[in-house]
């Protein structure tokens, strides 16, 4: 049994809000590589609302939920590759991007306890509400509002 395995069975023995990444094999650099998605999606959209082990994880399971329905929403609006390439034509959302798809994985690769991935993934949350929420408002066209003319 490896070491990784190991720490998250331990923990799992112990109760609370754990959670286990079962394709984890390894902390090499491939190993890392292989675990990409998943640990991504553990840090964005998780803990799912079935997950909840007591009120305090509501809230966030709520706010995942959330987050996972407004991303989801931007994929199939955008076609999935204009989710992407959309960032590259501003320097904000370039950078929000880029810092959540390299923090984000780790974040959910090292924790593997909600309330830790709560507080490791605090730097990502604001720079990847941050691209939803520009990308939502500078690629998709809204209605606007007609201004009175004014006499």
């Known amino acids: 049994m490896n070491e990784v395995l190991f720490i998250q069975n331990s923990q799992k023995n112990q109760g609370g809000s754990v959670y286990v990444l079962s394709n ?10 292989k675990t990409y998605f998943s640990s991504l999606t553990v840090a964005l959209f998780r803990p799912y609302i079935w997950e909840i082990p007591n ?30 390439s959309a960032a590259f034509k501003n ?18 690769l090292v924790s593997f306890n909600f309330g830790t991935l709560v507080r490791y993934k605090a730097p990502v949350v604001p720079f990847y509400y941050t691209y939803l929420i520009l990308l939502y408002y500078t690629v998709l066209p809204h209605k606007k509002v007609k201004e009175k003319e004014q006499y």
């Open 24 to 33: 984890v094999d390894d902390f090499s650099f491939w190993g890392i590589l």
């Open 91 to 108: 320097r904000i959302l370039t950078f929000s991007l880029i810092f959540t798809l390299l923090l984000a994985p780790l974040a959910g």
């Open 55 to 84: 009120l305090i994880a509501t809230a966030n399971a709520l706010e995942s939920l959330l987050v996972f329905i407004f991303t989801f929403y931007l994929l199939i609006k955008l076609k999935f590759t204009g989710f992407f």
